[in-house]
């Protein structure tokens, strides 16, 4: 009762004040400095180098930055120097010309603002992808390396190293019931077998998602609502 009284005399001590915003903690490793290299005006260019680069056991991606060309990155070392030495390496040997190296800075994941900034900036990336006609370099459409080609490279521009197959995608994650999905969360679908993930698409909000439908089709938004999708929905997954 003495305590009681106390707090409502207004003699209770002061509250801690709120911890600043956090880092989120991703079940993902966050991405070191990347080369980048290319800036094309046709997506088809883009295309080529990373299947070249691909070719060469790097696991590029390609994007549409905010000058709206169309560039190409890959690697993730632990340093600059390091990663000016094996792009060095790689002009040496023609495979890349111009090149650049970015920091993790200005990745979102290392921003120390919190998962609710990066999912955000994850969807703003995926969303710079919509119409765009999805020509990934893979060969194989069963394993889901054109649509989670899309889904790596929105996670990998933030700073997040995502897996590249959609089976590896799916293991990764942390499950999600359908009614608790988050922005930037990955949706999963059992196209070509049941109850094994081959189709992914990332969780914008409001029952909607984006991803890469097929090749030779554009990039969109659909719902989950949509019975194609609500039929063959396998689950959802968290990296945040």
């Not at 046709?42 to 790097?58: F, K, M, P, W």
């Not at 919509?130 to 069963?142: H, K, M, Q, R, S």
């Not at 070509?192 to 698409?201: D, I």
């Not at 914008?204 to 998602?209: A, E, Q, T």
Request: hydrophobic fraction near 40%; glycine fraction near 12%; proline fraction near 7%.
């Amino acid at each position: 009762m003495a305590l009681l009284g106390a707090a409502c005399a207004g003699r209770a001590p002061a509250p801690p004040p709120a911890p600043p915003p956090t880092a989120p903690r991703p079940t993902l490793s966050l991405i070191g400095h990347a080369i980048q290299v290319g800036a094309f005006a046709r997506i088809e260019n883009a295309v080529r180098l990373t299947a070249s680069l691909q070719g060469q056991g790097l696991e590029a991606t390609y994007f549409r930055d905010s000058d709206h060309l169309y560039k190409v990155r890959f690697g993730d070392f632990p340093t600059e120097e390091a990663a000016r030495q094996r792009a060095e390496e790689l002009r040496g040997k023609g495979i890349i010309e111009v090149f650049h190296i970015v920091a993790p800075d200005p990745y979102a994941a290392a921003h120390h603002r919190g998962d609710l900034y990066v999912r955000e900036r994850i969807v703003e990336s995926a969303g710079t992808f919509v119409g765009v006609p999805y020509l990934w370099g893979g060969t194989v459409p069963e394993t889901g390396f054109d649509c989670s080609g899309l889904t790596m490279a929105a996670y990998r521009l933030n700073g997040l190293d995502l897996p590249r197959t959609t089976r590896e995608q799916f293991m990764a994650g942390d499950p999600v019931q359908k009614g608790r999905m988050a922005k930037a969360d990955l949706v999963f679908f059992g196209i070509h077998k049941k109850g094994t993930a081959s189709h992914v698409g990332i969780y914008i909000g409001d029952g909607k998602f984006i991803h890469a439908p097929g090749r030779g089709k554009i990039i969109r938004i659909d719902s989950l609502s949509n019975a194609y999708f609500r039929q063959h929905f396998l689950g959802a997954r968290s990296y945040l």
